[in-house]
């Protein structure tokens, strides 16, 4: 029996996964803020569980990992491969950052197409993963010859905002705009969107899904506000389909993305408005994951062999 965990910043996803395949009833979701730590959380699942033999573990967690050990982007925890091995009894324990487990997951997933591109367009077998919600990151993916996939860590997230979205901000809400926003992730996680919100509505911030159903209920401003961030959000993709050549699909992961589904004509605004190099963000397809267990699956890809 194998043990898979989804880290992020809101919520933890544990399940165990029986030959290479998730045993989907035994899924739990958990809020991070219940519990002390992620290894108090796993002793208490495995324990509920029956106290099964867990023979390999692979856990995905929300901020970089080096030498087995990561420290969570948005919250206080300190995990690492030994401590996982204690708390599990496993002998192959693979720690990986939660966009590389969704990079390993489009090997298997069928995504929603939002918008596709030309048979004839050119390929290169590399995609990448785009995950806004809590946080924001993005993953590379390149197809192997033999099968099965690489995917290539990032911290996209705490760069610095693109000259082009700099200066769609200021037009938008002012010249001190920018300040509000120091990096990509302040803008396109759950806490930019509110923020974006308040700023160009003159209100006090609210979370994204109140901004979601005031648009549906026919919100005058929330539909300007999620018309025009998504047209930003667009704006971003270019900038990454540019840097990563994601011939083969921008695969969209998140609470926020998928918030903007219903705006995908803007998030294309955003992308095909350049006339400059317009020919790669517009052969590449924008794909959204919508299944949950998504990086667990990308945790059963990473410690198969």
Avoid: K
Wanted: proline share 5%; charged share 20%; glycine share 10%.
């Amino acid at each position: 029996m194998q043990l898979v965990g989804d880290v992020g910043g809101s919520n933890v996803r544990l399940a165990l996964a029986d030959d290479g395949r998730l045993v989907a009833s035994s899924a739990r979701r958990s809020s991070g803020a219940d519990v002390a730590g992620l290894e108090a959380l796993i002793a208490t699942f495995l324990a509920d569980a029956g106290g099964p033999a867990i023979t390999a573990a692979c856990i995905a967690v929300a901020g970089p990992v080096a030498n087995g050990r990561a420290s969570l982007t948005n919250r206080t925890w300190q995990v690492s491969e030994d401590d996982l091995a204690r708390v599990t009894g496993a002998r192959r324990v693979l720690l990986i950052n939660d966009l590389a487990a969704l990079g390993h997951a489009t090997a298997s997933l069928t995504p929603r197409v939002l918008r596709s591109a030309s048979d004839d367009r050119p390929h290169n077998g590399q995609a990448l993963v785009v995950g806004a919600g809590t946080g924001f990151n993005v993953c590379a993916v390149r197809a192997l010859p033999g099968g099965g996939v690489l995917p290539l860590e990032a911290e996209e997230g705490h760069t610095a905002l693109p000259l082009t979205i700099a200066r769609r901000l200021t037009d938008l809400l002012g010249a001190d705009a920018t300040e509000a926003f120091p990096s990509v992730e302040h803008l396109f996680a759950g806490r930019g969107l509110a923020r974006f919100h308040a700023l160009r509505s003159g209100v006090a911030p609210v979370p994204g899904e109140a901004i979601a159903a005031a648009a549906n209920a026919g919100d005058a401003a929330a539909v300007e506000t999620l018309s025009q961030y998504a047209e930003a959000f667009g704006l971003m993709l270019r900038e990454v389909a540019l840097r990563f050549m994601p011939r083969e699909g921008i695969w969209l992961a998140g609470s926020v993305a998928r918030t903007l589904v219903p705006r995908t004509d803007r998030i294309a605004a955003g992308m095909l408005g350049n006339p400059l190099m317009r020919d790669i963000p517009l052969s590449t397809p924008l794909l959204l994951i919508e299944d949950d267990m998504a990086a667990l699956q990308g945790c059963i890809g990473a410690i198969t062999p």
